[in-house]
C-alpha cells in the first residue's frame, strides 16, 4: 500500500509501496495552507518525524513510460555483477603482470555509483530521470570521502598522490599575474580577453540558475571581487587591473551571464509544461520532440530569497552568501596548492561538479526555509555539499601553513571589519529598533492598563 500521509517531507526516503501508486497523478484535494487557520513559520515545524515516514519526490504526471520508473534493482544487480566478473576474469582485459590497481579503483567507484543510482532517495529534481541525480550524489559523497582522506595527509603527500592520477602533477607552477600594464587602452582591453571571459560568463550564467535571483547574483558579483583584493597578498593571479575586476569582470562577462542565466529562469519559468507520453505522441519530430524535452525540467519554482523580509530571512541569505563565497574561492587555493593549471581536468570536473550539486542542493534549502510542512529535514544534497565545502575549507587552512607568509594588509583588516560592522548594524536597525519600540509600547500599555485598575479599586 502506497503510503498516503499529506505532511510528509519530499526530501526523504519512502515505505515500500506498490509502483504503480506511486506513477499515479496526485488527488486534487490540497491541504490547507498554515495550522489551524494560523500561519507557520519554518522554526515551529516538528522535525522529529521518523526516517521511514518521509516519502521522496514523486513522478506524478507522465506514466506513459513506466519502464523507466519501475524498480529494477535485482536486474541492475545482476548486470553489475556480470560486468565486474567480464573485466576482473577475462585474461584478454587485463592482462596478467599489468598494474590492475587503477583499474580496481574505477571498478570500486563505478560499483558505488550504481549503488547510490538504485538505492539513495530521491531529491527534488525528476528530469532527466530521478536516478541521475542519485549518482550526482554518489559523486559528491565520493568526493567528500576523498577530502576527508587528504585532511590527514600533509601537502606534499598530497601532491605525490596526485601523481597517481596525473603523472604530470607534483611540478611547481610560475605564478601569474594580471596587473602587469594596467593602462586602460583598448589594446590592453583586447589583450585581457581570452578563453577565461567566456568561463566567467558560464560560470555566472550556471550561479543565476541556481540561485535565480538577479540581486543576490549581483551582490555575490561585487563580493567576490572584493575577496579578490582581499586576497592577492597570498594569490598572485587575484591581482587584476581596476578595468579588468569591475569592467571585463562585473559590467561584461559576469552581467552577461546572470542576463542568459536569469532570461533562462523567467522562459523556464512562465513556459506551459504539459507532458504527454510516447504512446500519445504522434509523428517522428514530436516524438523526438518529446524525448528531448525528458532533459528539460519537469516544472520551475521561481526563487524569492526576501532578504530584508526578516531577520531570520536575513541571516540565511548572508551565510548562503558566504557559502557561496567559499566555493568559488576554495578551488583558486586548491589548484595553488596542489600545483594544477586552471585548465586542468581535475579542476574544471571540480567546478563542474559543484555546480550540478547546488542545483539541487539550493532547491532543498530554499523548500527546507520556505515551506517546511513539506520539508521537515534538510535535504541530503544541500547537508552534503555544506559538508564538502567546509571540509574543502579544512583542507586548506591546513596546507596554508607556512605556504602564505605574507601578512594581511592593514587596509583590508579595516575593510572586512568595517564590512561585518555594517552587516551587524544594519540588521540591528532594520529589525532590532522596530522590536524595541514595541516591547517599550507594550510595556506602557501594560503599566497603564494596571494604574487604571488600581484607581477603579
Given at each position: 500500500?502506497?503510503?498516503?500521509?499529506?505532511?510528509?517531507?519530499?526530501?526523504?526516503?519512502?515505505?515500500?509501496?506498490?509502483?504503480?501508486?506511486?506513477?499515479?497523478?496526485?488527488?486534487?484535494?490540497?491541504?490547507?495552507?498554515?495550522?489551524?487557520?494560523?500561519?507557520?513559520?519554518?522554526?515551529?515545524?516538528?522535525?522529529?518525524?521518523?526516517?521511514?515516514?518521509?516519502?521522496?519526490?514523486?513522478?506524478?504526471?507522465?506514466?506513459?513510460?513506466?519502464?523507466?520508473?519501475?524498480?529494477?534493482?535485482?536486474?541492475?544487480?545482476?548486470?553489475?555483477?556480470?560486468?565486474?566478473?567480464?573485466?576482473?576474469?577475462?585474461?584478454?582485459?587485463?592482462?596478467?603482470?599489468?598494474?590492475?590497481?587503477?583499474?580496481?579503483?574505477?571498478?570500486?567507484?563505478?560499483?558505488?555509483?550504481?549503488?547510490?543510482?538504485?538505492?539513495?532517495?530521491?531529491?527534488?529534481?525528476?528530469?532527466?530521470?530521478?536516478?541521475?541525480?542519485?549518482?550526482?550524489?554518489?559523486?559528491?559523497?565520493?568526493?567528500?570521502?576523498?577530502?576527508?582522506?587528504?585532511?590527514?595527509?600533509?601537502?606534499?603527500?598530497?601532491?605525490?598522490?596526485?601523481?597517481?592520477?596525473?603523472?604530470?602533477?607534483?611540478?611547481?607552477?610560475?605564478?601569474?599575474?594580471?596587473?602587469?600594464?594596467?593602462?586602460?587602452?583598448?589594446?590592453?582591453?583586447?589583450?585581457?580577453?581570452?578563453?577565461?571571459?567566456?568561463?566567467?560568463?558560464?560560470?555566472?550564467?550556471?550561479?543565476?540558475?541556481?540561485?535565480?535571483?538577479?540581486?543576490?547574483?549581483?551582490?555575490?558579483?561585487?563580493?567576490?571581487?572584493?575577496?579578490?583584493?582581499?586576497?592577492?597578498?597570498?594569490?598572485?593571479?587575484?591581482?587584476?587591473?581596476?578595468?579588468?575586476?569591475?569592467?571585463?569582470?562585473?559590467?561584461?562577462?559576469?552581467?552577461?551571464?546572470?542576463?542568459?542565466?536569469?532570461?533562462?529562469?523567467?522562459?523556464?519559468?512562465?513556459?506551459?509544461?504539459?507532458?504527454?507520453?510516447?504512446?500519445?505522441?504522434?509523428?517522428?519530430?514530436?516524438?523526438?520532440?518529446?524525448?528531448?524535452?525528458?532533459?528539460?525540467?519537469?516544472?520551475?519554482?521561481?526563487?524569492?530569497?526576501?532578504?530584508?523580509?526578516?531577520?531570520?530571512?536575513?541571516?540565511?541569505?548572508?551565510?548562503?552568501?558566504?557559502?557561496?563565497?567559499?566555493?568559488?574561492?576554495?578551488?583558486?587555493?586548491?589548484?595553488?596548492?596542489?600545483?594544477?593549471?586552471?585548465?586542468?581536468?581535475?579542476?574544471?570536473l571540480r567546478l563542474a561538479g559543484v555546480f550540478l550539486c547546488a542545483l539541487p542542493a539550493v532547491r532543498e534549502l530554499y523548500q527546507y526555509i520556505n515551506n517546511p510542512r513539506k520539508a521537515k529535514r534538510m535535504g541530503q544534497h544541500v547537508w552534503l555539499l555544506l559538508a564538502t565545502i567546509l571540509t574543502e575549507l579544512m583542507v586548506i587552512t591546513k596546507w596554508s601553513k607556512g605556504q602564505f607568509t605574507e601578512p594581511l594588509p592593514l587596509y583590508v583588516r579595516w575593510a572586512w571589519m568595517i564590512g561585518g560592522i555594517l552587516l551587524v548594524l544594519?540588521?540591528?536597525?532594520?529589525?532590532?529598533?522596530?522590536?524595541?519600540?514595541?516591547?517599550?509600547?507594550?510595556?506602557?500599555?501594560?503599566?497603564?492598563?494596571?494604574?487604571?485598575?488600581?484607581?477603579?479599586?
Amino acid at each position: 500500500m502506497a503510503y498516503e500521509d499529506k505532511n510528509v517531507s519530499p526530501t526523504s526516503q519512502a515505505e515500500e509501496s506498490d509502483p504503480d501508486a506511486l506513477l499515479s497523478p496526485p488527488s486534487d484535494a490540497r491541504p490547507e495552507p498554515g495550522l489551524n487557520g494560523k500561519p507557520v513559520r519554518w522554526y515551529d515545524a516538528d522535525r522529529t518525524e521518523s526516517y521511514t515516514r518521509i516519502a521522496p519526490f514523486q513522478e506524478g504526471h507522465d506514466t506513459s513510460i513506466e519502464f523507466f520508473y519501475r524498480p529494477i534493482t535485482l536486474t541492475a544487480l545482476g548486470f553489475g555483477l556480470a560486468a565486474l566478473s567480464y573485466v576482473a576474469m577475462t585474461q584478454d582485459v587485463l592482462e596478467e603482470g599489468r598494474d590492475k590497481r587503477r583499474v580496481g579503483a574505477y571498478a570500486a567507484v563505478v560499483s558505488f555509483l550504481m549503488f547510490s543510482m538504485i538505492q539513495f532517495r530521491d531529491g527534488p529534481f525528476i528530469r532527466p530521470h530521478p536516478a541521475f541525480w542519485r549518482a550526482i550524489l554518489g559523486i559528491n559523497l565520493l568526493y567528500e570521502l576523498a577530502l576527508v582522506f587528504l585532511l590527514f595527509q600533509d601537502l606534499n603527500s598530497a601532491r605525490r598522490m596526485m601523481t597517481l592520477l596525473d603523472p604530470s602533477l607534483n611540478r611547481p607552477l610560475p605564478e601569474k599575474s594580471y596587473a602587469e600594464n594596467c593602462e586602460l587602452t583598448p589594446q590592453n582591453i583586447w589583450d585581457a580577453i581570452d578563453i577565461f571571459c567566456l568561463a566567467h560568463a558560464l560560470g555566472w550564467f550556471g550561479k543565476a540558475m541556481i540561485l535565480r535571483d538577479y540581486w543576490f547574483c549581483w551582490i555575490l558579483s561585487i563580493a567576490f571581487e572584493f575577496a579578490e583584493y582581499s586576497l592577492q597578498h597570498q594569490l598572485a593571479n587575484f591581482a587584476e587591473c581596476w578595468w579588468d575586476h569591475w569592467i571585463l569582470d562585473v559590467l561584461v562577462c559576469n552581467w552577461l551571464g546572470t542576463y542568459l542565466g536569469m532570461k533562462t529562469c523567467q522562459y523556464l519559468e512562465v513556459k506551459p509544461y504539459e507532458w504527454r507520453g510516447l504512446r500519445q505522441t504522434r509523428g517522428l519530430r514530436s516524438k523526438a520532440r518529446r524525448v528531448l524535452s525528458q532533459f528539460s525540467p519537469h516544472d520551475w519554482t521561481a526563487f524569492k530569497w526576501e532578504g530584508t523580509a526578516s531577520f531570520l530571512h536575513y541571516v540565511i541569505v548572508v551565510l548562503l552568501l558566504a557559502v557561496f563565497l567559499a566555493a568559488e574561492l576554495n578551488p583558486f587555493y586548491l589548484k595553488s596548492l596542489l600545483w594544477m593549471e586552471p585548465d586542468h581536468p581535475i579542476v574544471i570536473l571540480r567546478l563542474a561538479g559543484v555546480f550540478l550539486c547546488a542545483l539541487p542542493a539550493v532547491r532543498e534549502l530554499y523548500q527546507y526555509i520556505n515551506n517546511p510542512r513539506k520539508a521537515k529535514r534538510m535535504g541530503q544534497h544541500v547537508w552534503l555539499l555544506l559538508a564538502t565545502i567546509l571540509t574543502e575549507l579544512m583542507v586548506i587552512t591546513k596546507w596554508s601553513k607556512g605556504q602564505f607568509t605574507e601578512p594581511l594588509p592593514l587596509y583590508v583588516r579595516w575593510a572586512w571589519m568595517i564590512g561585518g560592522i555594517l552587516l551587524v548594524l544594519y540588521p540591528a536597525i532594520r529589525f532590532g529598533l522596530p522590536s524595541v519600540r514595541k516591547y517599550v509600547g507594550k510595556q506602557k500599555q501594560k503599566r497603564k492598563g494596571k494604574g487604571k485598575g488600581k484607581k477603579a479599586q
